[in-house]
RNA sequence: GCGCCCUUAGCUCAGUUGGAUAGAGCAUCGGUUUUCUAAACCGAGGGUCGUAGGUUCGAAUCCUUCAGGGCGCGCCA
């Protein structure tokens, strides 16, 4: 129940509808018509720039046409006034017997208000972080807001498939399970671990060895490639552990894991191939040498390629190294092949920032296996900049120059890093002093969002009455002071919010919306302090029926927010 | 060399398909408490929306130029 769509359409038909306009203008591309909020300083409840639309395209004056439409829409018992401001903008007070429908709706909708109903299948790549280790800061906001765009998707009604992709095979994974090897020596036999081979420093590795140790207490470490896959899967399986814990300290569960290795186990990526080379979008060729500098080591050996060039990609993209051996980026085709069979309406994957030069070949791949008819949805996370007391914060005990989720949860609590993580724009770099996030006052948005919560809480606790009880509203009761008047025009706004959110994947609107509407209801608090006449409480009574029916739509907005946010929301502080 | 992202107040950042006098927070300065929770609120100052052009009734937003910062890139995953 999006009122500015709602009545939109009904203005969009009121007009339409009318012969004697139609007559003026015959040209009505509608498209381009919007209702919205007025800037601040109107008083109005809405704003329309059909006039300027219209006028455009029929080259006749903005103002006269707002003249004809304001008297055509005025009749409608939703709208109570309208006034032309501007260029030829109609600014529209709803009447008060809309808004008390409105507010019923709302009451009604409950935790679903906000939801814009969709009913589709998507599939949801996050985290999918190298199984070499616990995760580390950069992964926390990939994780995070991954998390939350399912969360908003399931808001709206989708089915969503939370996927993690283990990347267990491949060179990383090699070195991996050597360091694991040496760590397991250092350990038994005390050799020392070598520092010069490239290895993985980090002490969680010791850490898995040790408890590979306790479960096979008699391995042999005579030779690596006696043991290699037994030992590989082993620590793996460790490694994920880590990895679930970190996710589910930050409150986060993946529906489906899925493993590279079953990839080549299942020879996906040549059935998939088979279709691609019959489309003439894989063939057997020669890749061009790159422009730039690196040209000396340039060898021209004939491989398998993608044509990835004809769905907008700089360069066309190998599927085989020079020994013939699969491209890790063949293997991500045969995966996203797979997600394809899985029939899901859209894909979505989130990346880091390092990440970027990948985008256009994967989504490339996905326009070629689907036939165009799947989209895949790249979305980048950019980098996150700790700091704490305003300096740069840096800890490594455990990653070496990472630091790690678990080094910051000993730090901050899960709903602060949460909420932080969604407190910019995802392409924008983030910088997080947690320092502040420890703070109880307004320099932390966690605390300031979850004490609107608490205060009105307080309130029906004070009143002794529950905070969703039915407060019968009359049209009597509806008039709006300045501040309940800002609330309930913030408070239709928020369908809206989710709206753009979920279709654009930006989830930090909701972080700065929850935050806009905590600020005023903190100043209408704050009102009574010096005018008598604005205490919600008067002689333990209600002072206003309005008011408190605007705390329990506060509420409603508050939850459903928050609970799309995966953060807490406590009656008490 | 190429691609992507960023550039808005002293600092950190918002700003849906182009809309009205560009908004928050922090910091700075000044004020508010016998209270329904001051864990809060109110007020003030602070801007050439990186630069230069273009598109039009109208540009922070779209196009082009240049500059600065970040990330990435060739068969690593």
Request: proline share 3%; glycine share 4%.
């Amino acid at each position: 129940m999006n009122v500015f769509i709602i009545y939109l359409e009904k203005i969009k038909q009121i007009v339409l509808n009318d012969k004697s306009f139609n007559k003026i203008v015959k040209n009505k591309n509608l498209s381009n018509i919007i209702l919205e909020k007025p800037p601040e300083n109107f008083d109005y409840d809405l704003s329309c720039n059909i006039a300027l639309i219209l006028g455009k395209q029929n080259n006749l004056s903005p103002r006269d046409l707002a003249e004809k439409i304001k008297k055509l829409i005025i009749q409608n018992d939703n709208f109570s006034q309208i006034d032309i401001a501007g260029p030829g903008f109609l600014n529209i007070k709803i009447s008060k017997k809309a808004w008390i429908k409105n507010i019923q709706n709302i009451l009604k909708n409950k935790n679903k208000y906000g939801s814009n109903v969709s009913r589709r299948k998507y599939n949801i790549e996050f985290v999918s972080a190298n199984p070499t280790g616990p995760l580390h800061v950069g992964h926390c906001r990939g994780a995070v807001f991954g998390d939350v765009i399912s969360n908003l998707l399931i808001f709206n009604g989708n089915k969503v498939t939370k996927e993690f992709y283990v990347n267990d095979y491949g060179n990383q994974i090699n070195i991996f399970t050597e360091s694991v090897f040496h760590r397991l020596k250092e350990i038994k036999l005390k050799v020392p671990f070598p520092s010069n081979k490239g290895l993985y420093p980090g002490s969680y590795i010791i850490d898995i060895a040790n408890k590979i140790i306790k479960i096979n207490p008699d391995i042999k470490l005579d030779n690596l490639k006696k043991i290699e896959k037994k030992l590989s899967k082993e620590a793996i399986k460790h490694s994920m552990n880590l990895i679930k814990l970190d996710l589910k300290h930050l409150g986060i569960k993946h529906d489906n894991f899925f493993y590279e290795t079953e990839i080549v186990k299942k020879n996906l990526i040549k059935k998939c191939l088979m279709i691609l080379k019959k489309d003439k979008l894989v063939i057997e060729g020669y890749l061009q040498p790159p422009k730039g500098e690196n040209q000396k080591n340039w060898k021209s050996i004939k491989k398998l390629i993608f044509k990835s060039t004809s769905f907008g990609d700089d360069n066309d993209r190998s599927l085989q190294k020079d020994d013939g051996s699969w491209t890790y980026f063949a293997n991500d085709l045969a995966y996203h092949s797979h997600k394809v069979k899985r029939n899901y309406d859209n894909l979505i994957n989130i990346l880091g920032a390092d990440h970027t030069g990948y985008i256009k070949r994967i989504t490339a791949a996905v326009k070629a296996i689907s036939k165009n008819k799947i989209k895949l949805t790249c979305k980048v996370c950019q980098l996150v900049k700790l700091y704490k007391n305003g300096q740069p914060f840096k800890m490594s005990k455990r990653l070496g120059d990472f630091i790690s989720v678990n080094d910051l949860l000993k730090e901050v609590d899960k709903d602060s890093i949460r909420f932080m993580m969604l407190n910019r724009g995802n392409e924008s770099e983030l910088e997080f002093d947690f320092s502040k996030v420890l703070e109880k006052n307004k320099d932390n948005p966690v605390f300031y969002v979850q004490y609107c919560y608490a205060r009105i809480n307080s309130l029906f606790k004070t009143l002794k009455i529950n905070l969703y009880k039915d407060i019968s509203f009359n049209i009597e009761d509806f008039k709006p002071n300045d501040f309940e008047n800002k609330l309930i025009r913030k408070i239709i706004e928020w369908p809206k919010v989710i709206d753009i959110a979920s279709t654009k994947l930006e989830p930090h609107r909701i972080t700065f919306y929850l935050y806009d509407l905590s600020t005023i209801f903190h100043s209408y608090w704050s009102q009574g302090n010096k005018n008598e006449e604005l205490k919600f409480i008067i002689d333990g009574k209600m002072n206003s029926k309005m008011s408190f029916k605007i705390f329990q739509l506060i509420s409603i907005i508050l939850q459903n927010g928050m609970s799309i946010l995966g953060v807490s929301l406590p009656k008490k502080m």
